[in-house]
């Protein structure tokens, strides 16, 4: 597609626009896991991460269609999220000094964790990507890395919000919780033995999931709370 047409500037900004879109929860996690951090290294950490997931989502973006066809693989991302929201209240619950002495290892830490989560998390929305960009690969990849500014801003203005209301970062957890619930019941093995499932139960799965995040992490809170003052 020729970059002086109006069909190339229609599909970028496209791209663009469902990009940003679906990215919401995206920039939930990357808040999530720059907040632990010293104040000079969240920049850091919430700028590599987002280039990181957003190089790791055009691969994807490619391959989509056929690794969504993969039974299992969306059970297994569940589960991979339900232990993201639930390390993420553990690592808020232990924050502050912790991550100031960590440095660097933190940093790389929560670059790990943006790209799992992100990982997760996009299966399902590269698809919308990929059929705006209609098999056109620089288009995409031009679309996708003019998208890393915005998902940086966001999760910026986010990280601000959750220093400001700590019960945010709950409820960011929670929301991993409900999205693992979702990709559960959506997997091909599950739609293959029990058909299309009601949105209404997929719903109901999802509360449970972001009740089990929230509830565990809670829970493991308190346990390490009450270690601490043990010691």
């Known amino acids: ?13 496209s ?13 939930v996690v990357i808040a999530l896991a720059a907040r632990a951090l010293p104040a000079h290294q969240q920049k ?23 690794l969504l066809q993969l039974p299992f693989l969306k059970i297994v991302g569940a589960l991979a999220l339900l232990y993201i929201g639930v390390d993420l209240l ?11 002495n960590e440095g660097q290892g933190n940093i790389l830490s929560a670059i790990r964790t943006i790209l799992v989560a992100d990982l997760v998390m996009s299966l399902d929305n590269v698809l919308a990507v990929a059929a705006a960009a209609n098999g056109d690969v620089p288009l995409l990849v031009i679309g996708l890395a003019v998208s ?12 601000r919000v959750m220093e400001r209301y700590p019960l945010i970062v ?6 991993l919780g409900f999205l693992a619930g979702e990709m559960l019941m959506t997997d091909p093995a599950v739609v293959e033995r029990f058909g299309e499932l009601p949105h209404a139960l997929i719903n109901t799965v999802g509360a449970l ?7 565990l992490g809670t829970l493991l809170q308190r346990r390490a709370a009450a270690r601490r003052t043990g010691e």
């Open 1 to 13: 597609m020729e970059i002086t047409t109006a069909a190339f500037w229609a599909a970028l900004g």
């Open 15 to 27: 791209i663009i626009w469902v990009n940003v879109l679906l990215s919401g929860d995206n920039a």
């Open 44 to 66: 850091k950490a919430i700028f590599w991460g987002s280039a990181a997931a957003i190089v790791m989502r055009i691969v994807l973006t490619i391959v989509a269609a056929r």
């Open 90 to 100: 553990l690592e808020d619950d232990e924050g502050g000094d912790q991550g100031a």
């Open 148 to 159: 890393i500014p915005l998902i940086i801003f966001g999760s910026t203005l986010l990280l």
């Open 170 to 175: 709950t409820a960011g957890a929670a929301l």
């Open 209 to 215: 999931g972001a009740a089990l995040v929230v509830g």
